[in-house]
């Protein structure tokens, strides 16, 4: 079974940094698409930030030069380094998966990766929370 484990939430100051990482579990050979994504009570789902089986990112225009995505695929790690935060990236962030795949490997087009209804998987989400 697959699971996502997100951690490194917290409070911050508009301006700082945080740094999100997503352990994943229950997968050896597939190579899913994962993405962090956002959900506050004033917005709908976001995805932020978005990674393609192979590595391409892809990012959400809010975000674009302020965070960052990465992937240990040695570790089954994705992480979101966030820079520059403002009070409007308060949310709940929650990792995901999809292993829509071909040939084992997600294929994902951008469109799709920066959708949040693509992804099948979902960690329990942690908050971040950045106060002016």
């Known amino acids: 079974e697959v699971q996502l484990v997100e951690s490194g939430g917290g409070s911050v100051q508009a301006g700082g940094s945080l740094r999100l990482s997503c352990a994943a579990s229950?997968?050896?050979?597939?190579?899913?698409?994962m993405a962090w994504v956002r959900q506050s009570s004033e917005q709908e789902r976001e995805v932020v930030a978005a990674v393609r089986a192979g590595g391409t990112t892809f990012y959400a225009a809010s975000v674009m030069g302020r965070f960052t995505v990465s992937q240990d695929n040695t570790n089954y790690i994705l992480s979101l380094e966030m820079k520059s935060l403002k009070p409007e990236d308060t949310a709940m962030y929650y990792c995901?998966?999809?292993?829509?795949?071909?040939?084992?490997?997600?294929?994902?087009?951008?469109?799709?990766?920066?959708?949040?209804?693509?992804?099948?998987?979902w960690g329990q989400g942690t908050q971040v929370t950045v106060s002016s």
């Open positions: 995901a998966a999809t292993f829509a795949a071909t040939y084992g490997r997600c294929t994902y087009s951008e469109r799709a990766l920066l959708d949040a209804a693509s992804f099948d998987y």
């Open positions: 229950g997968y050896t050979s597939a190579e899913p698409c």
